[in-house]
């Protein structure tokens, strides 16, 4: 069975410009989670969708977007760049009713804007 | 809010010796506790959860935990770590009325000497 996959595994984007991040679910799992993990600040929830809807999201501000496709695959977009978006981006995934066993987690994408 | 402590950011141990990781959380209503290992540049793996029942937990690679409702704790130990447990490791937590959503500790790296 084939793991979440993240892409890419790097980016570098350049401050201002936008980013997008794309991330594939375990076949059968319908939520997706995004997480930043940047230095010092540990992991900090972003975003879940589920059934193509965002159910909730994180304290970030609205350059930080989503969706989810049909598929259940996900993109995640971050306007505007600003330096301090540099992290490495994890995304997750479960299935809804069994959200309480835990999330499988992609092996992230770094990104880091200069 | 909810909230999880892990009070050691850094623990230093020797191949062979026992391991305690500490993690604290904030919640007077039931909670679902997960603890998660990341080897560097990878995602975060699932070592072990605690949904209800015995309230000691044992997961992979030799580890275990116990929760203990009444000190809000959920510490991680392994009697005898090798050079290979090297790695963060993370405590989360997550409520049903938060959403499904998982709040992680601020991690802790251990670093086994030889």
């Known amino acids: 069975e084939a793991g979440v996959t993240q892409s890419p595994t790097h980016l570098i984007k350049t401050r201002g410009q936008q980013a997008t991040l794309r991330c594939s679910p375990i076949?059968?799992?319908?939520?997706v989670y995004w997480y930043q993990q940047a230095l010092g600040l540990g992991l900090q929830f972003l975003l879940w969708y589920d059934e193509g809807e965002e159910r909730n999201r994180g304290n970030f501000p609205p350059r930080f977007s989503g969706r989810q496709f049909p598929n259940y695959s996900s993109e995640l977009n971050v306007n505007a760049l600003e330096l301090e978006d540099s992290a490495l981006y994890l995304c997750a995934s479960s299935l809804l009713r069994h959200w309480n066993y835990g999330y499988t987690f992609g092996s992230g994408t770094r990104l880091t804007v200069v | 809010a909810q909230s999880v402590t892990q009070l050691d950011s850094q623990v230093p141990v020797f191949e062979e010796a026992p391991v305690e990781l500490r993690c604290n959380y904030s919640s007077s209503v039931s909670v679902y506790l997960f603890w998660y290992v990341q080897y560097p540049n990878q995602g975060l793996q699932l070592l072990l959860k605690y949904l209800s029942g015995s309230t000691l937990v044992k997961g992979i690679n030799g580890f275990e935990a116990e929760f203990n409702k009444s000190q809000t704790s959920f510490h991680l130990r392994k009697p005898s770590v090798h050079i290979s447990d090297t790695a963060e490791y993370f405590c989360?937590?997550?409520?049903?009325?938060?959403?499904?959503?998982?709040?992680f500790g601020g991690g802790t790296r251990v670093l086994v000497k030889p």
């Open positions: 989360a937590v997550s409520y049903k009325a938060a959403g499904n959503k998982l709040t």
């Open positions: 076949s059968g799992h319908t939520s």
